[in-house]
Protein backbone atom coordinates (compact mmCIF):
# COMPACT_ATOMS: atom_id res chain seq x y z
CA UNK A 1 0.00 0.00 0.00
CA UNK A 2 1.39 3.10 -1.27
CA UNK A 3 2.13 6.06 1.77
CA UNK A 4 -0.93 8.38 -0.12
CA UNK A 5 -3.50 5.36 0.28
CA UNK A 6 -2.17 4.51 4.06
CA UNK A 7 -2.81 8.34 5.04
CA UNK A 8 -6.34 8.16 3.54
CA UNK A 9 -6.83 5.05 5.28
CA UNK A 10 -5.41 6.35 8.69
CA UNK A 11 -8.31 9.51 7.92
CA UNK A 12 -10.88 7.26 7.16
CA UNK A 13 -10.41 5.30 9.96
CA UNK A 14 -9.73 8.35 12.86
CA UNK A 15 -12.78 10.44 11.60
CA UNK A 16 -12.85 14.08 10.91
CA UNK A 17 -10.51 16.09 13.29
CA UNK A 18 -12.38 19.44 12.74
CA UNK A 19 -16.03 17.88 15.00
CA UNK A 20 -17.80 19.78 16.54
CA UNK A 21 -15.86 18.02 19.75
CA UNK A 22 -12.63 19.66 18.85
CA UNK A 23 -13.67 23.17 17.29
CA UNK A 24 -15.33 24.41 20.40
CA UNK A 25 -14.85 23.46 24.95
CA UNK A 26 -14.75 19.53 25.22
CA UNK A 27 -18.28 19.11 27.56
CA UNK A 28 -17.59 18.28 30.60
CA UNK A 29 -19.58 14.75 31.49
CA UNK A 30 -22.38 15.67 34.06
CA UNK A 31 -21.91 19.35 33.56
CA UNK A 32 -25.57 21.56 31.86
CA UNK A 33 -24.21 24.58 30.78
CA UNK A 34 -26.33 27.74 30.91
CA UNK A 35 -26.70 28.01 27.10
CA UNK A 36 -28.37 24.46 26.84
CA UNK A 37 -31.23 25.21 29.79
CA UNK A 38 -32.33 28.11 28.43
CA UNK A 39 -36.56 27.48 27.33
CA UNK A 40 -36.96 24.62 24.90
CA UNK A 41 -38.86 26.80 22.41
CA UNK A 42 -35.47 28.73 21.85
CA UNK A 43 -33.13 25.64 21.59
CA UNK A 44 -34.90 23.06 20.18
CA UNK A 45 -34.42 21.74 16.74
CA UNK A 46 -36.52 23.50 13.94
CA UNK A 47 -38.84 20.48 12.55
CA UNK A 48 -39.01 19.65 8.63
CA UNK A 49 -42.13 21.44 7.42
CA UNK A 50 -42.80 23.68 10.55
CA UNK A 51 -43.45 27.35 9.70
CA UNK A 52 -40.51 29.79 9.99
CA UNK A 53 -40.30 32.50 12.06
CA UNK A 54 -41.69 34.98 9.86
CA UNK A 55 -44.85 32.99 9.14
CA UNK A 56 -45.19 31.86 12.44
CA UNK A 57 -44.67 35.68 13.91
CA UNK A 58 -48.13 36.59 11.64
CA UNK A 59 -50.03 33.78 13.43
CA UNK A 60 -48.81 34.48 16.95
CA UNK A 61 -51.48 36.54 17.71
CA UNK A 62 -54.13 34.11 16.79
CA UNK A 63 -51.98 30.88 18.01
CA UNK A 64 -50.52 32.66 21.09
CA UNK A 65 -53.68 32.24 23.09
CA UNK A 66 -54.13 28.79 22.23
CA UNK A 67 -50.02 27.93 23.58
CA UNK A 68 -50.61 29.92 26.93
CA UNK A 69 -52.84 27.20 28.39
CA UNK A 70 -50.13 24.40 27.32
CA UNK A 71 -47.93 26.47 29.16
CA UNK A 72 -49.87 26.92 31.99
CA UNK A 73 -50.77 23.48 32.19
CA UNK A 74 -47.33 22.15 31.84
CA UNK A 75 -46.40 24.55 34.82
CA UNK A 76 -49.59 23.11 37.04
CA UNK A 77 -48.32 19.90 36.20
CA UNK A 78 -44.70 20.14 37.58
CA UNK A 79 -45.89 22.23 40.29
CA UNK A 80 -48.28 19.50 41.10
CA UNK A 81 -45.70 16.92 41.13
CA UNK A 82 -43.18 19.10 43.39
CA UNK A 83 -46.29 19.06 45.77
CA UNK A 84 -46.78 15.21 46.09
CA UNK A 85 -43.13 14.89 46.13
CA UNK A 86 -42.99 17.54 49.01
CA UNK A 87 -46.25 16.34 50.87
CA UNK A 88 -45.36 12.80 50.42
CA UNK A 89 -42.29 12.48 52.27
CA UNK A 90 -42.05 10.99 55.48
CA UNK A 91 -39.67 13.48 56.90
CA UNK A 92 -42.13 16.30 55.91
CA UNK A 93 -45.53 14.56 57.41
CA UNK A 94 -43.60 13.73 60.58
CA UNK A 95 -42.64 17.37 60.83
CA UNK A 96 -45.94 18.45 60.56
CA UNK A 97 -47.40 15.82 62.56
CA UNK A 98 -45.03 17.40 65.61
CA UNK A 99 -46.52 20.81 64.80
CA UNK A 100 -49.76 19.37 65.41
CA UNK A 101 -49.23 17.59 68.68
CA UNK A 102 -47.46 20.54 70.05
CA UNK A 103 -50.80 22.55 70.25
CA UNK A 104 -52.33 19.84 71.98
CA UNK A 105 -49.99 19.33 74.26
CA UNK A 106 -50.15 22.54 75.14
CA UNK A 107 -53.27 22.51 75.42
CA UNK A 108 -53.85 19.57 78.23
CA UNK A 109 -50.90 21.22 80.06
CA UNK A 110 -52.86 24.78 80.09
CA UNK A 111 -56.00 22.49 80.77
CA UNK A 112 -54.25 21.05 84.34
CA UNK A 113 -53.21 24.22 85.23
CA UNK A 114 -56.23 26.35 84.77
CA UNK A 115 -57.75 25.74 88.42
CA UNK A 116 -54.77 26.74 89.89
CA UNK A 117 -54.86 30.40 91.80
CA UNK A 118 -53.59 33.35 90.69
CA UNK A 119 -53.71 32.70 87.05
CA UNK A 120 -53.07 35.55 84.44
CA UNK A 121 -52.21 36.52 80.66
CA UNK A 122 -52.47 33.70 77.93
CA UNK A 123 -53.54 30.89 80.78
CA UNK A 124 -56.16 33.05 81.79
CA UNK A 125 -56.68 34.11 78.68
CA UNK A 126 -57.15 30.39 77.06
CA UNK A 127 -58.91 29.17 80.65
CA UNK A 128 -61.82 31.67 79.72
CA UNK A 129 -62.01 30.92 75.75
CA UNK A 130 -61.02 28.00 73.43
CA UNK A 131 -60.42 30.54 70.57
CA UNK A 132 -57.15 31.60 72.63
CA UNK A 133 -55.53 28.67 71.93
CA UNK A 134 -54.95 29.07 68.31
CA UNK A 135 -53.09 32.63 69.12
CA UNK A 136 -51.07 30.61 72.48
CA UNK A 137 -49.79 28.23 69.76
CA UNK A 138 -48.66 30.56 66.86
CA UNK A 139 -46.96 32.39 69.46
CA UNK A 140 -45.33 29.86 70.58
CA UNK A 141 -44.49 27.72 68.08
CA UNK A 142 -43.09 30.80 65.37
CA UNK A 143 -40.41 31.75 67.58
CA UNK A 144 -38.54 28.72 66.13
CA UNK A 145 -39.92 25.44 65.81
CA UNK A 146 -41.99 26.19 62.35
CA UNK A 147 -39.21 28.39 61.29
CA UNK A 148 -37.25 25.36 61.36
CA UNK A 149 -39.85 23.10 59.77
CA UNK A 150 -39.87 25.94 56.78
CA UNK A 151 -36.07 26.15 56.49
CA UNK A 152 -36.12 22.42 56.33
CA UNK A 153 -38.20 22.00 53.04
CA UNK A 154 -37.27 25.33 51.63
CA UNK A 155 -33.41 24.80 52.34
CA UNK A 156 -33.56 21.19 50.50
CA UNK A 157 -35.65 22.59 47.48
CA UNK A 158 -32.28 22.77 45.44
CA UNK A 159 -29.09 21.73 47.25
CA UNK A 160 -31.22 18.40 47.86
CA UNK A 161 -31.60 18.13 43.70
CA UNK A 162 -27.99 18.73 43.56
CA UNK A 163 -26.92 16.37 45.87
CA UNK A 164 -29.04 13.49 44.71
CA UNK A 165 -27.66 14.29 41.45
CA UNK A 166 -31.43 14.94 39.47
CA UNK A 167 -31.18 18.60 39.35
CA UNK A 168 -29.47 18.18 35.99
CA UNK A 169 -32.16 15.89 34.11
CA UNK A 170 -34.96 18.37 35.61
CA UNK A 171 -33.19 21.10 33.49
CA UNK A 172 -32.67 19.31 30.76
CA UNK A 173 -36.59 18.68 30.37
CA UNK A 174 -37.92 21.85 28.64
CA UNK A 175 -38.74 23.79 31.94
CA UNK A 176 -36.38 26.21 31.74
CA UNK A 177 -34.51 27.41 35.07
CA UNK A 178 -37.06 30.39 35.76
CA UNK A 179 -39.75 28.32 35.77
CA UNK A 180 -37.90 25.20 37.51
CA UNK A 181 -37.41 28.24 40.56
CA UNK A 182 -40.72 29.47 40.41
CA UNK A 183 -42.11 26.01 40.50
CA UNK A 184 -39.28 25.28 43.59
CA UNK A 185 -40.44 28.65 45.58
CA UNK A 186 -44.28 28.03 45.05
CA UNK A 187 -43.82 25.21 46.51
CA UNK A 188 -42.58 26.29 49.73
CA UNK A 189 -44.76 29.04 50.17
CA UNK A 190 -47.50 26.81 49.82
CA UNK A 191 -46.20 24.41 52.15
CA UNK A 192 -45.58 27.34 54.45
CA UNK A 193 -48.88 28.17 54.63
CA UNK A 194 -50.24 24.81 55.53
CA UNK A 195 -47.36 24.69 58.66
CA UNK A 196 -49.28 27.45 59.30
CA UNK A 197 -52.53 25.44 59.06
CA UNK A 198 -52.08 23.00 60.30
CA UNK A 199 -50.78 24.71 63.77
CA UNK A 200 -54.07 26.43 63.67
CA UNK A 201 -56.63 23.62 63.09
CA UNK A 202 -54.88 21.89 65.81
CA UNK A 203 -54.97 24.39 68.48
CA UNK A 204 -58.30 25.16 67.37
CA UNK A 205 -60.16 21.81 67.67
CA UNK A 206 -58.15 21.31 70.82
CA UNK A 207 -59.12 24.42 72.22
CA UNK A 208 -62.72 24.03 71.31
CA UNK A 209 -62.58 20.20 73.37
CA UNK A 210 -60.60 21.33 76.41
CA UNK A 211 -62.32 24.79 76.76
CA UNK A 212 -65.28 27.15 76.80
CA UNK A 213 -65.96 28.77 73.99
CA UNK A 214 -67.70 31.97 73.27
CA UNK A 215 -67.30 35.57 72.70
CA UNK A 216 -63.49 36.44 72.25
CA UNK A 217 -61.95 39.27 74.61
CA UNK A 218 -59.44 40.82 73.10
CA UNK A 219 -56.47 42.43 74.28
CA UNK A 220 -57.92 46.20 74.10
CA UNK A 221 -60.93 44.61 76.40
CA UNK A 222 -63.94 44.40 73.40
CA UNK A 223 -65.63 41.29 73.62
CA UNK A 224 -66.18 39.90 69.75
CA UNK A 225 -68.45 36.84 68.88
CA UNK A 226 -67.21 33.51 67.96
CA UNK A 227 -67.73 34.17 63.92
CA UNK A 228 -65.66 37.47 64.55
CA UNK A 229 -63.09 35.12 66.38
CA UNK A 230 -63.19 32.52 63.85
CA UNK A 231 -62.49 35.48 61.10
CA UNK A 232 -59.76 36.67 63.03
CA UNK A 233 -58.08 33.52 63.63
CA UNK A 234 -58.06 32.83 59.87
CA UNK A 235 -56.56 36.66 59.76
CA UNK A 236 -53.85 35.50 61.52
CA UNK A 237 -52.97 31.94 59.59
CA UNK A 238 -52.58 34.34 56.41
CA UNK A 239 -50.39 36.85 58.20
CA UNK A 240 -48.07 34.19 59.93
CA UNK A 241 -48.53 32.34 56.73
CA UNK A 242 -46.86 35.30 54.61
CA UNK A 243 -44.06 35.72 57.55
CA UNK A 244 -42.81 31.81 56.86
CA UNK A 245 -43.04 32.41 52.77
CA UNK A 246 -40.31 35.19 53.78
CA UNK A 247 -38.26 33.09 54.99
CA UNK A 248 -38.96 30.41 52.69
CA UNK A 249 -37.16 33.25 49.97
CA UNK A 250 -34.21 32.92 52.20
CA UNK A 251 -33.86 29.52 52.86
CA UNK A 252 -33.97 28.74 48.74
CA UNK A 253 -31.73 31.71 48.64
CA UNK A 254 -28.96 29.48 50.79
CA UNK A 255 -29.66 26.72 48.78
CA UNK A 256 -28.98 28.46 45.50
CA UNK A 257 -25.06 28.61 46.84
CA UNK A 258 -24.37 25.22 48.06
CA UNK A 259 -25.29 21.49 46.84
CA UNK A 260 -25.21 20.30 50.08
CA UNK A 261 -28.81 20.88 51.66
CA UNK A 262 -27.47 20.66 55.21
CA UNK A 263 -25.63 23.69 54.81
CA UNK A 264 -28.52 25.54 53.66
CA UNK A 265 -31.12 24.50 56.05
CA UNK A 266 -28.48 25.10 58.80
CA UNK A 267 -27.55 28.98 57.73
CA UNK A 268 -31.43 29.80 57.76
CA UNK A 269 -32.02 28.26 61.02
CA UNK A 270 -28.64 30.80 62.01
CA UNK A 271 -30.10 33.01 60.38
CA UNK A 272 -33.01 33.32 62.49
CA UNK A 273 -31.02 32.67 65.85
CA UNK A 274 -28.84 35.53 65.35
CA UNK A 275 -31.74 37.78 64.64
CA UNK A 276 -33.79 36.52 67.67
CA UNK A 277 -30.69 37.38 69.54
CA UNK A 278 -30.17 40.90 67.83
CA UNK A 279 -33.78 41.75 68.65
CA UNK A 280 -33.12 40.99 72.34
CA UNK A 281 -30.60 43.16 73.26
CA UNK A 282 -31.32 46.56 74.06
CA UNK A 283 -28.58 48.54 72.74
CA UNK A 284 -29.39 47.18 69.33
CA UNK A 285 -32.97 48.21 68.98
CA UNK A 286 -32.63 50.26 65.90
CA UNK A 287 -31.98 46.71 63.75
CA UNK A 288 -35.05 45.38 64.40
CA UNK A 289 -37.34 47.01 62.10
CA UNK A 290 -34.91 45.02 59.73
CA UNK A 291 -35.48 41.57 60.81
CA UNK A 292 -37.76 39.72 59.79
CA UNK A 293 -38.76 37.39 62.70
CA UNK A 294 -39.96 41.27 64.56
CA UNK A 295 -42.40 41.15 62.60
CA UNK A 296 -43.28 38.28 62.70
CA UNK A 297 -45.49 38.18 66.06
CA UNK A 298 -47.37 41.18 64.93
CA UNK A 299 -50.24 39.07 64.16
CA UNK A 300 -51.20 40.45 67.58
CA UNK A 301 -52.81 42.90 66.00
CA UNK A 302 -56.09 40.85 65.25
CA UNK A 303 -56.84 41.20 68.89
CA UNK A 304 -57.18 44.62 69.24
CA UNK A 305 -60.25 46.49 68.23
CA UNK A 306 -60.09 47.77 65.51
CA UNK A 307 -57.21 45.48 63.96
CA UNK A 308 -54.13 47.23 63.85
CA UNK A 309 -54.15 47.08 60.31
CA UNK A 310 -51.19 49.53 60.05
CA UNK A 311 -48.37 47.38 61.65
CA UNK A 312 -49.93 44.10 59.94
CA UNK A 313 -49.78 45.83 56.37
CA UNK A 314 -46.28 47.31 57.51
CA UNK A 315 -45.58 43.55 58.09
CA UNK A 316 -46.33 42.39 55.09
CA UNK A 317 -44.44 44.69 53.30
CA UNK A 318 -41.09 43.68 55.12
CA UNK A 319 -41.76 40.49 54.05
CA UNK A 320 -42.23 41.30 50.45
CA UNK A 321 -39.07 42.81 50.60
CA UNK A 322 -37.43 40.28 51.87
CA UNK A 323 -38.85 38.00 49.20
CA UNK A 324 -38.09 40.36 46.63
CA UNK A 325 -34.27 41.09 47.80
CA UNK A 326 -33.42 36.69 48.13
CA UNK A 327 -35.87 36.05 45.41
CA UNK A 328 -33.80 38.34 43.30
CA UNK A 329 -30.38 37.11 44.80
CA UNK A 330 -31.43 33.73 43.98
CA UNK A 331 -32.63 33.93 40.62
CA UNK A 332 -29.20 35.47 39.49
CA UNK A 333 -27.21 32.72 41.23
CA UNK A 334 -29.12 29.64 40.02
CA UNK A 335 -29.81 31.04 36.06
CA UNK A 336 -25.96 32.02 35.79
CA UNK A 337 -24.38 28.97 36.95
CA UNK A 338 -23.22 25.98 35.40
CA UNK A 339 -24.59 22.56 37.12
CA UNK A 340 -22.46 20.12 37.60
CA UNK A 341 -24.53 17.44 39.85
Given at each position: M??A????H???????????????????????????T?????R???????A?P????????G???G?????G??????L?????L????P????M??VLAV???V???A????????GMG????A????G?????????F???LL????V?V??????A?????GT???L?????G??RL?????????????????V?AA?????G??L??T???????G????V??G???V???????G????A??AV??AM???T?????A??G???F?????V?????????L?P?????????????L????AT??????????G??VL?F???TW????????T?
Open positions: STDTRHDRTATGPQDGPETAGERRTPGLVPVTELRSVERPPVPGEGGEAAGRRAAGARRPGAAAFLRLGSELGTFRRRNQALGVPVLGVLRLFAGDDGVIAVAGNLMLTFASLSLTVMPVTSVAGDALGEAAALRYLAAPARTLMVKYLNAVLFSFAVTAVSALLTLVFPGPVTLLSTTVSAELLRLLTVGYVAGMALAALSAFEVSIGIATVVVVVSQLRAVPQLDGAYLLPTWWMRFDGVRDPVGDMAQGLLVFAYLGSIARFTGKDIS
